[in-house]
């Protein structure tokens, strides 16, 4: 009995929790929530996000086109750069990078101000002010995530090309015009499509672990440095996951 | 009038409220007084439906509470006044207002009602960060009586202030419940809060209320002489 119980309880518990996030996640999407909150989120998660998923994608793309070059040179496919950095960006790196960046940023910010609104009996207070704490904290956090990130991720693309063009230019001799020319020529807009629908997928993950683990989020300050940590690390995964499967469903 | 008919709840092995059965009428200003830790917050969360009760239920006007119905005539004052962060002074007052008046209208509202708990209206454009706990206070006071409520509970209204400030809150919510005729419950350790903001006071112990009675009479209650006599001491043991 003893090791049918070991795998029956963890599986009974995962699969009572997954339940849960998904009823969790459906009551945070029916509905749209207040403009203006959502508005404000979409400050919080997009517009400040900005700088920091334009500089991860220009680093990553400028890094990708030295790789790509010197490991191409090795079978004399130099000339693949802009086409594989285009594609890698827009298809993976663009989307998961981005995703990661923005989990680290917002899931943790979103986990600990709810968190910290659970245990400063704020969101008991709303409840005695006739307002539903998952209409007015979770679903324009949900929504204003999905909107945003998929932007994001264009912005991403663009700069990470951007990068690529920029190493490629002065450092590995090609010309601008026939570098541009070779990224377009090689896309696709399915991979555009697929990276940007991965965007708001991941954008959902990261919303939602935040909302999840603030809303469950222990007392006092260590709660809710427990909830923060949990959020980022399953935001992480999520996304990681999600983007294993995703990848799998639309390219094979 | 609210009734509590044998509410009961346990938090794993630990049983909070083990049958409660207790009235407040219409008008009525009820303080619960309690050890910490004796469930009186809990009390107060079955009644409001945020904690579910194991047993018992809760009536208002001899009905079912209707949750929705209630809490549109309902006002509270939390403990550590649980003003949204995001929002200014006077958006925290005026939060349920906005939902159905434009911001102009909530706003002088706001200042009305800010000015009724003794705040000058130029803190209205404040952030809670840059308020005091006595101010805090107010600002939640006011934010519970903003839609003239019918019911407020108070929890604990004068945990961290100092005496002073302490009994000016008292004296402001006593005035408030006198002049809008709300029934009202507070939680509370404080018997100096307790003969000012009650009419009755109840005492919550192991579970059960140990006393029920006018607090013109509490001095001479047996359950209380110890929780009387330490109450210059602070919060602490009664006989109970």
Redesign the interface.
């Known amino acids: 009995m003893t090791p049918i119980r070991a795998i029956g309880r963890p599986a009974l518990r995962a699969t009572r929790t997954i339940g849960a996030v998904a009823l969790f996640a459906a009551r945070g999407l029916s509905g749209f929530g207040p403009p203006r909150a959502i508005l404000r989120q979409m400050v919080q998660i997009g517009w400040l996000s900005l700088p920091v998923v334009g500089l991860t994608a220009l680093f990553t793309g400028a890094a990708l086109a030295l790789q790509i070059h010197s490991g191409g040179e090795r079978f004399q496919a130099g000339d693949v750069v802009p086409a594989i950095v285009a594609i890698g960006m827009v298809r993976e790196l663009g989307p998961v990078l981005g995703g990661l960046m923005v989990a680290a940023r917002v899931a943790s910010s979103i986990a600990a101000e709810i968190g ?2 659970r245990v ?3 969101i ?2 709303l ?5 539903d704490p998952m209409r007015w904290l979770v679903t324009p956090r949900l929504w204003a995530a999905i909107l945003c990130m998929p932007v994001l991720v264009a912005t991403g693309d663009i700069i990470g090309i951007m990068g690529g063009w920029l190493v490629g230019t002065t450092s590995l001799g090609f010309n601008s015009a026939s570098y541009i020319a070779n990224s377009w020529a090689y896309l696709e807009p399915w991979d555009v499509t697929s990276g940007l629908i991965k965007g708001a997928f991941f954008g959902l993950v990261v919303a939602l672990s935040g909302c999840w683990f603030g809303m469950r989020s222990g007392r006092g300050a260590a709660g809710v440095g427990r909830a923060t940590t949990n959020a980022v690390v399953a935001a992480a995964v999520g996304i990681l996951a999600a983007n294993f499967a995703l990848t799998g469903l639309f390219f094979e | 009038m609210i009734r509590m008919d044998g509410l009961t709840k346990s938090f794993g092995a630990k049983r909070v409220l083990d049958g409660v059965d207790l009235s407040v009428a219409t008008g009525e200003s009820l303080c619960v007084i309690g050890q910490s830790g004796t469930g009186k917050s809990v009390l107060l969360k079955c009644i409001l439906g945020l904690e579910r009760p194991d047993a018992g239920q809760v009536l208002w006007d001899g009905q079912p509470l209707d949750r929705a119905r209630f809490m549109a005539r309902f006002g509270m004052l939390f403990q550590g006044a649980a003003l949204f962060d995001s929002l200014s002074v006077w958006q925290n007052v005026a939060f349920r207002l906005r939902q159905r008046m434009d911001d102009r209208r909530a706003r002088a509202i706001a200042l009305d009602k800010l000015a009724r708990v003794g705040l000058a209206a130029d803190i209205a454009d404040l952030m809670p960060a840059q308020l005091s706990g006595g101010m805090a206070k107010r600002v939640g006071l006011a934010r519970a009586i903003a839609d003239d409520p019918a019911v407020i509970f108070f929890d604990e209204p004068t945990t961290g202030l100092d005496p002073i400030r302490a009994r000016a809150i008292d004296a402001l919510i006593r005035g408030i419940v006198t002049e809008t005729g709300a029934t009202a419950i507070t939680i509370t350790h404080d018997m100096a809060s307790c003969r000012i903001i009650g009419d009755r006071v109840a005492l919550l112990a192991d579970g059960r209320i140990a006393h029920d009675g006018p607090v013109a009479d509490m001095d001479g209650a047996p359950a209380l002489a110890g929780f009387l006599g330490n109450a210059d001491a602070g919060p602490g043991e009664h006989a109970g």
Request: proline content about 0%.
């Open positions: 910290t609104m400063t009996e704020q008991d207070a409840v005695t002010l006739s307002t």
